[in-house]
Structure formats: structure tokens, C-alpha cells
């Protein structure tokens, strides 16, 4: 194995394998080397108690890119299935279905409720401006009633700031149905594979996809390096060395970066300026409890994923991973509940034990009257880096920090984490594709990457 290459590619996720599979296709050397034992990142599976789960819920959007979808459906063939959406979501005291539909919406939802947001949805071109936050943007565009009753309560738990204390930016990438009439449009589309209405799904969970990539990376030529956790990096006209933990030295023409952007800004030398780290230190992620329930019986309910925006719990989702495909391989006696907890590093959530987190799920089952659990398994996964928090002033220190790994000679980074985007799968891999594209002839295109760059602030969040 060399420790020379043309391309090194810091991170396994899909970002990094995507990148390293085009490369490796367009006849460069590359290593990709990983810090942890296994690929995937967050978009990784694994068994517990037999079913295959996800790190939380994933899907792969309808909106992928047809040249990204083609590529994918050509590795995992029928494995990639089509799938309708069939979740549930709660608000003002009642069950939804979701997506949306408006005869259940009407008869459901409180007369009230319903005339207070049709007045809104009336009242929307008088509310318009320039927003100073994300809940001045969705109340401008929604209404206060949809945003008291639903985002409002949701971003407190998503991202532990009130809505006052989000930038507006985040309204713009997380909430593609920002009126009364986007969310109507969407509602009575009459498609059903549209975005919102579908999305696809591998056979064996959502980790399938990032592993059939690694596969035809290494296939490709790619050399892949597990528990590879870099120390040190260096970057110069002529080349980038990285040094990982065992104190093996890695060197190539050019170096590709998915890790945290403030994470790179600890890794460099000579050290990142004073500017830099300032602003790293400033930029927040939001973490992630995910409490696995083994349920004795199959389907606990009929749903994919149930919505719970309430403040009532700190549980934001409970997914049933089973349901989100069609496969033979799952056991017919049981199913896996995955409950995610947004939260911070250190706090209540992120350090109570496996019992007590099953405890507080079965507490939020009863409290909104949904099926208890036939409780036969826990397991426990705690992520520390999952949401980027876009509070009110983060821009100018992304600005700070995005400008200085910019000027980093030879090293490029994107990525949900290295460019600090709450970006969607098929994102990170479109952006991998125009990085590599960007490095095509041996060459970097700053033009090219610049373009891509600011294709990739367009892009908006799909759940």
C-alpha cells in the first residue's frame, strides 16, 4: 500500500466515497482515509436485534439529480426501491397524516385553527419584507398560527434556540413550503412520486447506498483506510501531508476535506490565525440521542415515521426503519423503534442511561395515547455533531472561517459538516461530483468550484 496519491479524501461518508469513486473513475489515485472502523458517516446502517436501522431517519429524495439517481440505481439495482410516504404528525392536540392532505386536514384540525390560518394565508402579501429571524420569516410567510403551533415549538427542539434567536437563513434551507399556498400546491399535486409525496429506499436500510459506493470505489482503485484519525495536516504549493494518529504520513497533489470545518481549523499547521479559530469556536452543531426500541411483534404501527414537534417531549421523531422498505430479510417477529432526541453534549439527554431514555419513551407513548411498546432490547448511539445551528450572527463567522480554508493551498472542502450546510444526501454527493469535476485534467478549476459553490447555497432541505 502506498502512502502516495494524487487525491486524499478526509472522511467516509457519502460526500467523501462519492468523490473518491468519481475520481477513481476519472483515472486519479486516491486514499480516503476515516477515523472510525466503519463507512457511512451518519448515512450508515447496522443490526440491532436482526433489523437493519438508520442513524435516525433517512430517505433519498426524488429531487436527486438524474445523473446521481442513474448512478446509484446502477449499483443497487431494484435493491433502491420507490416508496410512498405514510407518516403522522401532531399537532394542535391531534393526528395527521403526512404528507399533508387537505380533506383530512379539514376534517381533523380545529374549526378555529383552520378559519385563524385561512385569515393568515389571506393576510400573506401584507406581511412580506426582509425577515430578522427564522420565526419573523416563517410568521411572515405562514402565519403566527402554523408557526406557534408547529415550527415554532419544533425549532426549540431541533436546534435548542427559540425561532427570535435563528438566523432567517435557515427558514430559507429547512422550509422549502414557506406560505399557506406552497404548502396547498404541494397538498393537491396530483403526482405521486413527486418531492414530499416519495422518496427511495435500499433494501437492506439507508447505509446500503454509502455502502455499495465504498465498494465501487475501492473496486475503482480507491484505497481505503479505516480507524486512519488524522492529527495534523500541512498544505503548500507543491502538495499536502497529513499525519495520522499512528504517526503514518500520507502526501498527494491535492486533498479533499468532508470533516467539521472547525475541526480543520484545530488540524492544521502552522496554525490556523487567531481569526479563525475564533470563529470556529463560535460555530454550533447540535447533537443527537438515538434511543433503539426493540418491539416484540411486527409492525408496531403502519407508519414510516411519526412527528412529535410538541414541547411536551424532547423526543422530535420516532421511526420504524421496517416500514420504510420492502425486504424479505426483516424477521417477522419483531421490529426496531428508532427515537431521535436532539439535545447538547453533556447535558440531561446526552448522559442519561439506556434504561431511563426507554423509560422516557414509554412516558411519551402514553402521554399521546400511541401503542405501547413490547419492550425486548435497548441499544443507545449518541451523535455528537448533527445539526449546524444557524443562530443570528453565525454567517459572518462562517464567512471568517470559510474564507481562510479557502485560501488553504490545495485543499477543498464541502459536505454537510465541512461546509457547515444542513444539506441532504443527494447534496453531498452533487457536491463530491463537482469537486472532482473541478480536479478533472489534474489541474484545480477555481472558476468551476466557485460556480458549484454558489449552486450549492440554492439548495434546500428536504425531510
Known amino acids: 500500500m502506498s502512502n502516495s496519491a494524487d487525491l486524499i479524501v478526509l472522511g467516509a461518508g457519502p460526500a467523501g466515497l462519492a468523490a473518491a469513486w468519481r475520481a477513481s473513475r476519472a483515472g486519479l489515485s486516491v486514499t480516503v482515509l476515516e477515523r472510525t472502523e466503519a463507512v457511512g458517516g451518519m448515512a450508515a446502517s447496522f443490526d440491532v436485534a436482526g433489523v437493519r436501522v438508520d442513524h435516525g431517519s433517512h430517505r433519498l429524495h426524488p429531487s436527486t439529480a438524474p445523473a446521481i439517481l442513474a448512478d446509484l440505481q446502477g449499483l443497487l439495482g431494484d435493491d433502491l426501491q420507490l416508496r410512498r410516504r405514510h407518516g403522522r404528525l401532531h399537532v394542535a392536540g391531534r393526528w395527521v397524516g403526512f404528507p399533508l392532505r387537505p380533506a383530512e386536514l379539514a376534517r381533523t384540525l380545529p374549526a378555529g385553527m383552520l378559519a385563524r390560518v385561512g385569515a393568515e394565508a389571506l393576510a400573506e402579501p401584507l406581511r412580506r419584507g426582509r425577515p430578522s429571524s427564522y420565526a419573523d420569516a416563517l410568521r411572515r410567510g405562514l402565519g403566527r398560527t402554523l408557526y406557534d403551533e408547529l415550527y415554532g415549538p419544533f425549532a426549540v427542539k431541533l436546534w435548542g434556540r427559540t425561532g427570535d434567536e435563528i438566523d432567517a437563513e435557515q427558514a430559507r434551507v429547512r422550509v422549502s413550503a414557506d406560505t399557506p399556498w406552497k404548502i396547498a400546491r404541494r397538498m393537491l399535486r396530483r403526482s405521486a412520486k413527486g418531492p414530499g409525496k416519495a422518496f427511495h429506499y435500499p433494501r437492506r436500510g439507508f447505509g446500503q447506498i454509502v455502502d455499495a459506493v465504498a465498494d465501487a470505489a475501492t473496486a475503482a482503485g480507491a484505497e481505503l483506510r479505516l480507524g486512519?484519525?488524522?492529527?495534523?495536516?500541512?498544505?503548500?504549493?507543491?502538495?499536502?501531508?497529513?499525519?495520522?494518529?499512528?504517526?503514518?504520513?500520507?502526501?498527494?497533489?491535492?486533498?479533499?476535506?468532508?470533516?467539521?470545518?472547525?475541526?480543520?481549523?484545530?488540524?492544521?499547521?502552522?496554525?490556523?490565525?487567531?481569526?479563525?479559530?475564533?470563529?470556529a469556536a463560535r460555530l454550533r452543531f447540535r447533537a443527537m440521542v438515538l434511543v433503539y426500541l426493540v418491539h416484540e411483534g411486527r409492525p408496531w404501527t403502519e407508519f414510516d415515521a411519526t412527528y412529535l414537534p410538541d414541547a411536551s417531549t424532547p423526543v422530535a421523531r420516532i421511526s420504524e426503519p421496517a416500514n420504510y422498505r420492502s425486504s424479505a430479510d426483516d424477521p417477522r417477529d419483531r421490529t426496531v423503534l428508532?427515537?431521535?432526541?436532539?439535545?447538547?453534549?453533556?447535558?440531561q439527554w446526552?448522559?442519561?442511561?439506556?434504561?431511563?431514555?426507554?423509560?422516557?419513551?414509554?412516558?411519551?407513548?402514553?402521554?399521546?395515547?400511541?401503542?405501547?411498546?413490547?419492550?425486548?432490547?435497548?441499544?443507545?448511539?449518541?451523535?455528537?455533531?448533527?445539526?449546524?445551528?444557524?443562530?443570528?450572527?453565525?454567517?459572518?463567522?462562517?464567512?471568517?472561517?470559510?474564507?481562510?480554508?479557502?485560501?488553504?493551498p490545495r485543499v477543498t472542502t464541502f459536505g454537510r459538516l465541512g461546509l457547515f450546510a444542513h444539506d441532504n444526501t443527494h447534496h453531498a454527493i452533487a457536491m463530491a461530483y463537482d469537486a472532482v469535476d473541478a480536479l478533472a485534467g489534474g489541474r484545480w478549476d477555481a472558476a468551476a468550484w466557485s460556480a458549484a459553490r454558489r449552486r450549492f447555497a440554492d439548495h434546500v432541505v428536504e425531510d
Do not use: M, N
Open 350 to 408: 446526552w448522559r442519561a442511561s439506556d434504561g431511563e431514555l426507554a423509560e422516557l419513551v414509554a412516558d411519551t407513548l402514553a402521554h399521546f395515547d400511541l401503542p405501547p411498546l413490547r419492550l425486548a432490547g435497548v441499544q443507545v448511539r449518541r451523535l455528537p455533531t448533527v445539526y449546524p445551528v444557524y443562530e443570528i450572527g453565525y454567517a459572518e463567522h462562517l464567512r471568517g472561517l470559510d474564507a481562510w480554508a479557502g485560501a488553504l
Open 228 to 279: 486512519a484519525e488524522v492529527d495534523q495536516l500541512r498544505a503548500g504549493e507543491d502538495g499536502v501531508a497529513v499525519r495520522a494518529g499512528d504517526g503514518t504520513i500520507f502526501t498527494a497533489e491535492h486533498l479533499f476535506t468532508t470533516i467539521p470545518l472547525p475541526v480543520l481549523a484545530r488540524l492544521t499547521e502552522p496554525p490556523a490565525p487567531p481569526a479563525a479559530v475564533e470563529a
Open 338 to 347: 428508532c427515537c431521535e432526541l436532539p439535545c447538547e453534549v453533556g447535558d
